[in-house]
């Protein structure tokens, strides 16, 4: 019979020991940084570090004629910046992955000081491939141990569990209400995929928006997000899964993007809704949902009191929708459907306190309790400059509200983000 200390030992040493640090990244566009330098890849790491991100989920394809270069500046400026990655291999936008390349790509990388290992094995994902899932052993064979969490959602959770002897956990596409009408995001998805999972770590994805119009890849749907941000994240206190990845830092195509705008990395026909739509302030909160995620309770000290606040720039039936749908099978109708013309403010103090929102110098002020709290303020036909005060702090939004149809001849259905710091 083995002694205590003999069993304490050897869980210091198992795998499931090393998962025990709960971990947030960031899904990172490779594909949309042609052009980027090393000095853009730290400046990139260093606001995600600030915001309290452990690392990038470098997406990767398998035809971006620049994404080996890429990869080259990233896990070099991860290296010289204390900050994690892992590629998680895109198997659904472009092209087709064979094993030598899979293998290429990790081999390239996994002894990096920047690779996040868990148990000594680097992580490696995936958006979808499952018709890649029986070549994952031949992957391991070529380039040793791997701890593999792909996301294959489309299989769904019960398919999923028969290939367990496959995967070390699972990530999920899913951060997003998938109904067709307005609804909240509820946690009954990542609770079928963990219980399917069996005790294998689950990654468990948290996104901010979901607008895309690029009728050219037939993507026109807005998703409801009117109060995602602050859902979700108060959805992953409630699941404290193992791991969270951030839906997106850079796609600004399907506008989910909590990074800064870089103009070359946005796919032609997007500019119209992401020129002049900073959301840099959906960072403001992360501090304080990462420290709660980790302790596993929301009494933490709020990192920075302030508030952070988001909207359309125009009422939803200032002209027309652009055919935009309401969620991607566009049986919900018209995206109007799906969103409401409302401010929406997160505040964060560590008291009571009070917070005063305008639209146009008219507005209300909300009692808010201590900790975070989500209020909402209609636009009710008001215009001008959205004006947030907080804890003696005050903060004007990036854009006015207008009754001016934008000029593409149809509504943005993406937000502006501001933040009082």
């Excluded at 067709?180 to 995929?193: G, I, L, M, V, Y």
């Excluded at 917070?355 to 201590?370: A, L």
Aim: hydrophobic share 40%; aromatic share 12%.
């Amino acid at each position: 019979m083995r002694s205590i200390s003999s069993l304490l030992v050897a869980l210091a040493l198992s795998p499931m020991s090393a998962m025990a640090a709960r971990e947030v990244f960031a899904h990172y566009m490779v594909g949309n940084t042609y052009g980027q330098t090393l000095d853009d890849w730290a400046k990139d790491i260093q606001l995600a570090k600030a915001a309290s991100i452990d690392g990038f989920a470098l997406n990767a394809g398998p035809t971006d004629s620049y994404g080996e270069e890429q990869l080259d500046l990233a896990y070099q400026a991860a290296e010289a910046n204390n900050f994690k990655l892992f590629i998680s291999f895109d198997m659904l936008c472009c092209g087709t992955w064979d094993v030598s390349t899979v293998a290429k790509f990790i081999n390239a990388h996994k002894d990096s000081s920047a690779q996040f290992k868990v148990g000594g094995k680097p992580m490696v994902s995936t958006f979808e491939g499952t018709n890649f899932v029986s070549q994952w052993s031949e992957v391991e064979s070529s380039t040793g141990q791997l701890f593999l969490v792909p996301d294959w959602a489309s299989m769904g959770p019960q398919t999923f569990a028969t290939h367990l002897d496959v995967v070390d956990g699972a990530f999920v596409w899913d951060a997003w209400p998938l109904g067709t009408t307005p609804a909240t995001k509820t946690t009954d998805s990542d609770n079928q995929w963990i219980s399917a999972i069996n005790g294998k770590p689950y990654m468990m994805a948290v996104s901010p928006w979901f607008y895309t119009r690029l009728p050219q890849y037939s993507k026109n749907w807005n998703w409801d997000s009117d109060t995602l941000w602050f859902d979700r994240w108060e959805s992953v206190i409630d699941v404290l899964p193992q791991y969270v990845e951030i839906i997106t830092w850079n796609d600004y195509g399907e506008s989910h993007y909590i990074g800064p705008i870089r103009s070359q990395g946005i796919v032609s026909g997007a500019e119209v809704y992401v020129n002049n739509m900073p959301h840099d302030a959906w960072r403001f909160i992360l501090p304080y949902y990462i420290a709660a995620y980790k302790a596993g309770t929301r009494d933490v000290t709020v990192p920075t009191e302030g508030a952070m606040f988001w909207y359309r720039t125009t009422p939803k039936a200032v002209c027309g929708d652009g055919s935009t749908t309401c969620g991607n099978a566009g049986t919900g109708g018209s995206a109007v459907n799906c969103v409401r013309d409302s401010v929406f403010v997160v505040t964060a103090s560590n008291t009571a306190t009070s917070v005063e929102v305008t639209i146009g110098g008219q507005g209300k002020t909300f009692s808010v309790p201590k900790g975070v709290k989500l209020v909402e303020l209609p636009f009710s036909g008001r215009v001008g400059d959205v004006v947030v005060k907080v804890n003696g702090k005050t903060a004007t939004g990036p854009a006015k509200i207008t009754n001016s149809c934008p000029s593409s001849g149809y509504v943005n259905f993406n937000a502006v983000v501001g933040s009082t710091s």
